[in-house]
């Protein structure tokens, strides 16, 4: 169903890759890292769509990913990335998908590693950069960011987790829900209330070690995009060193929403990412497949679903580039960036709906690309901030810029 030859991986790639020279010299070696060594190691293991991998097997593919410098390739080149634009990472990140690697997101660190924490460098303290952040980048420590509560999820400033002060640092008590990377990281970073009469300035931002007495995970449940990769935590008077404060006291939401319009763009690129990737395995089986006598491809009611689907996608990426390179230009894009969320993750998942009816029974198949991509896509609805919190978001920039 999915020629991953070599060669076949790196076409797919590269083609319609619209990043500037500096990006396509980024994503060439990344492409070849993961059809090669990467593709290999798949294989060896194992590894298909469907198959939770296990959390040491993680972690050599982190290993392997920082020691060839991909790990942190999308940082800036002070922090031993390649110093790309927003809009030349969403390129790269969106032709690393389309290879069809299914560690694709792990080699970049996007649950575990550097694209967490790179903008925390800034704010972070000499001892943090050292302790926390540099062994991140190494990936002798995995983290993971814990703001989502089963009460605080588009409303973040309700958080209940607690960070209440002592002598000698903070006793930490809550939990926290849904956390991705969750189930495999060492360090969190938590977001407590140390005010609770400041509102969302009462919340403060902590590096939390996930193996302290007190700190424990539940991970007993399955969410749609598979196993193993979501936890929630546990905090039961865990201490807390002052010097794991990010930032100062009352900081935390700030610190938390500072990069949400980046991120919800970075998320465009994976949405967009997946969805050429299920366009272009349904065009492959519209003209492999054959049913009365002849291709399914030549069918009006095929052609019309590959029809919407090239459509969205093209309207999706236009967007999502045009967002970037105004955000690259200096430009506010807080309603753009939600825009492109909510366009993306909504028509990304109708891309992905008509590739399972393209394929018909072969893409209800487990461990197959489109089934998986049909669960993950529906998941971008609702992570990173609902379709429904979008609107409201685009909405408020709206009227605020017109007042």
């Known amino acids: 169903m999915l020629d991953n030859s070599p060669q076949r991986a790196r076409e797919r790639a590269m083609s319609d890759f619209l990043g ?78 389309m290879t069809g690697s299914v560690l694709a997101a792990h080699v970049l660190g996007d649950l575990s590693g550097p694209p967490r924490v790179g903008h925390l460098f800034k704010q972070a303290s000499p001892h943090q950069v050292e302790t926390f952040l540099q062994p991140i980048q190494t990936a002798d420590l995995a983290v993971c960011f814990a703001l989502t509560e089963a009460g605080a999820g588009s409303d973040a400033a309700a958080i209940q987790t607690r960070a209440d002060k ?12 849904f956390i991705s990377g969750g189930s495999f990281a060492d360090i969190a970073i938590v977001l407590a209330v140390t005010d609770p009469e400041a509102g969302a300035g009462g919340i403060s931002a902590f590096f939390v070690d996930l193996h302290a007495p007190g700190a424990s995970k539940r991970k007993d449940y399955e969410v749609l995009s598979g196993k193993g990769a979501h936890a929630d935590l546990v905090f039961e008077n865990v201490h807390v060193p002052a010097e794991n404060l990010i930032g100062r006291e009352g900081t935390g939401f700030r610190l938390g929403m500072a990069r949400i319009s980046v991120n919800r763009l970075l998320h465009c690129s994976t949405m967009m990412g997946f969805a050429r990737l299920a366009l272009t395995l349904s065009v492959e089986r519209a003209g492999a497949r054959q049913q009365f006598g002849r291709p399914i491809g030549t069918f009006q009611a095929i052609q019309h679903m590959l029809a919407d689907m090239a459509t969205d996608l093209y ?89």
Not at 23 to 39: K, M, N
Not at 41 to 51: C, H, Q, T, V, Y
Not at 166 to 177: E, P, S
């Open 166 to 177: 002592t002598a000698d640092g903070y006793v930490l008590n809550g939990v926290k829900r």
């Open 20 to 97: 500037g020279e500096a990006a396509r010299a980024a994503a060439e070696p990344l492409i070849d890292f993961l059809t090669g060594e990467i593709a290999a190691f798949e294989a060896e293991n194992g590894i298909d769509w469907d198959s939770p991998v296990a959390h040491d097997t993680l972690r050599e593919v982190w290993k392997m990913s920082a020691a060839r410098g991909f790990y942190s390739y999308l940082l800036p080149t002070e922090l031993g990335g390649q110093g790309l634009s927003v809009a030349d990472i969403c390129a790269v990140r969106e032709a690393a998908l």
């Open 315 to 403: 309207a999706g990426r236009a967007m999502m580039f045009d967002a970037a390179r105004r955000l690259d230009a200096g430009h506010d894009i807080r309603a753009e960036a939600s825009m492109c969320k909510l366009f993306c993750a909504e028509n990304g998942f109708r891309i992905a709906d008509r590739a399972m009816q393209v394929h018909g029974g072969v893409g209800l198949l487990k461990g197959g690309p489109i089934e998986f991509i049909f669960r993950n896509l529906r998941t971008f609805r609702i992570v990173t901030g609902t379709s429904e919190i979008q609107k409201n978001t685009i909405a408020k920039a709206l009227l605020d810029r017109a007042g």
